[in-house]
Nanobody, 125 residues
Framework: QVQLVESGGGSVQAGGALKLSCAAS????????MGWFRQAPGKERELVSG???????VYADSVKGRFTISRDNAKNTLYQQMNSLKTEATAVYYC???????????????????WGQGTQVTVSS
């Protein structure tokens, strides 16, 4: 059973930093991609960052240069370092994964089918 458990959310002032973590279990970590999404009140869920099995990364334009996604395959953990936070970053952040199927292709860096419960990030001015 795939489980994704986020941590590291909280409240911070604009300009501050947070580091999110996602502990994964129940599948072969690193086989396929993982990502971070966020959903602000009244808005649709959006991709913030993604990382493929070979380490390729993608970022939303709004966070490029300030957020960094990384993964530690030895610890089965995904991270997102968020620097220079802006008030518009306030949202629930979700970890996402494509566990993959042996012998099949991965979904790709923009598609995922497993989700964590989310962690709240609040950035105040």
């Amino acid at each position: 059973q795939v489980q994704l458990v986020e941590s590291g959310g909280g409240s911070v002032q604009a300009g501050g930093a947070l580091k999110l973590s996602c502990a994964a279990s129940g599948y072969v970590f690193g086989r396929c991609g993982m990502g971070w999404f966020r959903q602000a009140p009244g808005k649709e869920r959006e991709l913030v960052s993604g990382i493929s099995s070979d380490g390729t990364t993608v970022y939303a334009d709004s966070v490029k240069g300030r957020f960094t996604i990384s993964r530690d395959n030895a610890k089965n953990t995904l991270y997102q370092q968020m620097n220079s936070l802006k008030t518009e970053a306030t949202a629930v952040y979700y970890c996402a994964a494509d566990p993959g199927i042996p012998g099949s292709y991965c979904l790709g860096i923009y598609e995922y089918n497993r989700w964590g419960q989310g962690t709240q990030v609040t950035v105040s001015s």
